[in-house]
């Protein structure tokens, strides 16, 4: 299993930018994609999460009404979508897989089974 994130980058404060999660190497259908993220010297925190054979999504309070989360089934790729970004934003973003079910939960880390590389995002102020 493959997670390729890309689309970080250096943007101003109240500027927009959208990850993309390009996923490969097995059938996702019953999976839920994540987004984390961690800034320097902090832990790896949630972002959102979406259900891939569904239209479930759940956010981070931190980042409701900003930020959207979406798939492209065709394309087997999942997008964040982040509007009015602040510099707190600040962090490197991680895209990653998990099965559902199990008590597994969509905002905890550790039970997301597979992980891609990481893009940073800088939020300039």
């Known amino acids: 299993v493959q997670l390729q994130a890309s689309g970080g980058g250096l943007v101003q404060a109240g500027g927009s930018l959208r990850l993309a999660c390009a996923a490969s190497?097995?059938?996702?259908?019953?999976?839920?994609m994540g987004w984390f993220r961690q800034a320097p010297g902090k832990e790896r925190e949630f972002v959102a999460t979406i259900v891939w054979g569904g239209v479930s999504t759940y956010y981070a309070d931190s980042v409701k009404g900003r930020f959207t989360i979406s798939r492209d089934n065709a394309k087997n790729t999942v997008y964040l979508r982040m509007n009015s970004l602040k510099p707190e934003d600040t962090a490197v973003y991680y895209c990653?897989?998990?099965?559902?079910?199990?008590?597994?939960?969509?905002?905890?880390?550790?039970?997301?089974?597979?992980w891609g590389q990481g893009t940073l995002v800088t939020v300039s102020s």
């Open positions: 990653a897989a998990s099965v559902i079910g199990g008590g597994r939960r969509p905002d905890v880390s550790r039970d997301y089974d597979y």
């Open positions: 190497g097995r059938t996702f259908s019953n999976y839920r």
